[in-house]
């Protein structure tokens, strides 16, 4: 069999540089994209790895990608829809157009790169198609309601399409990293005009996520997600702080897991949350 390959977005920084690493190291050939010109050079001397440019915003570039992709190696094996940023803020102060912009990056480019791919993996009858969520699509952080509602789309895009894919041999899943230390809390797109009656409770719950984990553990979730062919999965979680949600859910059941979680962002976690819900561990 030829070397396998493998298409990772937004990868000038963050997950996506570490797993075209990861996957480069086991002897994958990769097709890594960056949006900037600039950034074409940032997996330079790395053997079996191209980079191209592709802004996800572009959905008639995305839609053609599959092909282009295809034709870099030969073979397309895999996907990892890696690309996104952060709108952050009270929804009160995020205007429309950074709703629009934060869905057309998180949710609309990523759907159009999933179908350009499909018609490639269905044909083939094979094929791992990895989604980047949140731990924020799971529930209930403030602040963060617009690119929450992103990420659970993703989320949720991704479990009808593990559905709709099983039958042709192609996987479909989705990873929901918890917080880590990656260049993603230096570009974020804030609210403006933040009406005064939020500040005191965002400085609070600021203070709570300032711990982040090396994002290499991500992509090493990344690099499993791909090649444990597992067919059932289709949720996995990254870092401590993401890999203790399924069972701290199970535990608790939705409701009380949703309260508990709803007091540890106001910075009132009881005892209970503490014990079952361990942190980020800091990055070097
Ligand atoms: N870090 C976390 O704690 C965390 C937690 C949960 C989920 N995530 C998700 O993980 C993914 C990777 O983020 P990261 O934390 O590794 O942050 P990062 O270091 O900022 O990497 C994000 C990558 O996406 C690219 N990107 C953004 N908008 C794009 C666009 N329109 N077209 C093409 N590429 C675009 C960025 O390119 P530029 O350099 O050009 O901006 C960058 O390469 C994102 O989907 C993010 O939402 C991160």
Redesign the pocket.
């Known amino acids: 069999m030829s070397t396998q390959t493998i298409v990772i977005?937004?990868?000038?920084?963050?997950?996506?540089?570490?797993a075209v690493a990861r996957f480069a190291g086991a002897g994958w050939n990769v097709v890594a994209?960056?949006?900037?010109e600039s950034?074409l050079g940032a997996h330079g001397g790395i053997e079996g790895v191209k980079t191209l440019l592709?802004?996800?915003?572009?959905e008639q570039a995305d839609l053609a990608f599959g092909e282009i992709a295809f034709a870099q190696f030969g073979r397309v094996d895999a996907l990892i829809?890696?690309?996104?940023?952060?709108q952050a803020g009270p929804l009160e102060a995020t205007t429309m157009d950074q709703v629009h912009r934060q869905f057309?990056?998180?949710v609309f480019?990523l759907i159009a790169l999933n179908k350009a791919f499909l018609p490639i993996f269905r044909e083939q009858r094979s094929g791992v198609i990895v989604n980047?969520?949140?731990?924020?699509a799971d529930g209930g952080f403030p602040y963060t309601s617009n690119?929450q509602a992103s990420?659970a789309a993703v989320a949720s895009l991704t479990e009808g399409l593990h559905a709709e894919m099983a039958e042709f041999g192609v996987q479909v899943k989705a990873?929901?990293?918890?917080?880590?230390?990656?260049?993603?809390?230096?570009?974020v797109d804030t609210a403006k005009d933040v009406p005064a009656d939020y500040v005191d409770s965002m400085d609070v719950f600021n203070t709570l996520n300032t711990v982040?984990?090396d994002?290499a553990g991500?992509a090493e979730v990344m690099f499993r997600m791909v090649v444990d062919g597992d067919r059932q999965k289709v949720h996995y979680y990254s870092?401590p702080d993401?890999e203790a949600i399924p069972r701290v859910k199970q535990l608790l059941g939705q409701d009380w897991y949703f309260q508990e979680l709803s007091a540890r962002n106001r910075a009132q976690a009881s005892p209970l949350w503490n014990a079952l819900m361990p942190q980020p561990v800091a990055a070097n």
Do not use: C, E, W
């Open positions: 977005t937004g990868t000038s920084s963050g997950f996506g540089r570490l994209t960056v949006r900037k950034d592709l802004d996800v915003d572009d829809n890696n690309a996104g940023y952060f057309q990056t998180n480019g980047v969520s949140s731990i924020s690119y990420k990873l929901h990293p918890g917080n880590h230390m990656t260049r993603i809390f230096s570009k982040r984990s994002p991500t870092g993401g």
